[in-house]
């Protein structure tokens, strides 16, 4: 029988947030000294926390930048480095996009109201250019990642928020005033629901990303450019997605789930994970945990190890076809420009085959569709991006047990705009994204029609 979704997780929050807390603000105040290493156990042992609380923990840490791993239990905590916290504010702004254009519908009044106040607040301190201007820029933006109602979304949203606020070194001066037309059209997107409006308000953050970060550049004394596109981090930044021996651990405890030898609503332990894959406690934990963020997995209350498998609903599928849109017009924008030859063939390639299956209606236009999400999440030269992309890119084919058909046949306007995004229209890029994100809305509905509620 399908999970009702009763016992779904909001997964904005995650049983090791106050262990991240705890840890971020012992090294900050000095309490935990930067730059020597710390075991798992002495920092569980410091904070009074469970050692897998503190693993999940770290693992947050260092793929912000805020600890570097010298060991399998043993870190270094460090400073995020310009670098880092540009890239992370290159994917906040993609991401801040799409959470606002899925909150838009679901406001309330006193939503509205709340989020007005905030708008005023911040345009005041920003016009009066007072010390709280940051501070009252930033609650905007986590209204945002609060409001919106696809989880997934706001989880990965929420951890760019949390490395563009905490990333720069102390010091780092705000000279950066006018936010109007971010202010201005996210709070028309609030007060009229709008979708497009909201993708308006995005590229308006986008563009004032760009003047903030070219001011940190100038007081780093960094050439132009060098972090409004930052380099290619993506061999410093540890992957979410499994590899190697946590990767082995993972396909055991999935496969476990998807036969149901692990059964859905019953209680598991990570020694039974670890009886069931024969690994190591570190990467059943790290199993564990992706398990959870899948939406496969709830962890009990009251307990930060055990956990109980689910089967998700069918508005969790509809929120991770969404970010899958959302994270692949990031990296669409990204890529455009770059020179490689061989892989804009690729691309271009991929973009054909959308373009026949469409037009002759042929099925294979859902594994073209995967494949072209595949292919910006492979190359875009970002972490960040990369990771959010591969992650909803997979779950995917993990949430129903059967994914269904894409029917939008009308998907050919998709092909039209990547043509062009490849030759180096950014903007191109963009429209092909919200072309997509509405044959995506389309999907989603004739999906519910087709398939019922299926437990929303």
Known sequence: MRDTGADRADTR?????DAWLAILRAARSGVLAEGRPWSVAELAARLGAAPGAVRGALFRLEYQGFARRVDDDVVVLTQAGPERWAAGTRALVGMLEYAVRSAVPVLTTDDV????TLV?????ALRLRSDGARSALLATLGFWVGMCPDVLLARFTRRMLELV??????GTAWRTWDADAWLASSLLAA??????TAHDAGHALARFRDVRVA???AQAGLADGTLVRPPDLRPAVPTVVPSSAV?????????AVRSGALEAGQRYTVDDVVRITGQRDADADLAVRQLEVMGLAR????NRTDFSPRTPSLDEWAENAAAVVAFAELGLRILVGHDDHTQVAEARAIVDQVRRHATVRDPRLTSALVDLAGWIADHVPDPFVCDALHYTHSRAFLLLDEPPPFRQWGVTDVAAHLDRAFDGDERAAANAAHALARHVDAHVADVRDRYGTMGT
């Open 165 to 170: 606020t905490f990333g720069l070194v102390p």
């Open 247 to 255: 990767g082995t651990a993972w396909d055991a405890l999935l496969g």
């Open 113 to 116: 109201d709340r989020y007005r």
């Open 299 to 302: 962890f009990l209350p009251g």
């Open 120 to 124: 005023d607040e911040a345009d005041r």
């Open 13 to 17: 929050e995650t049983p090791w947030d």
């Open 215 to 217: 001011d940190v550049e």
């Open 191 to 196: 007060t009229t629901g709008d979708r497009d």
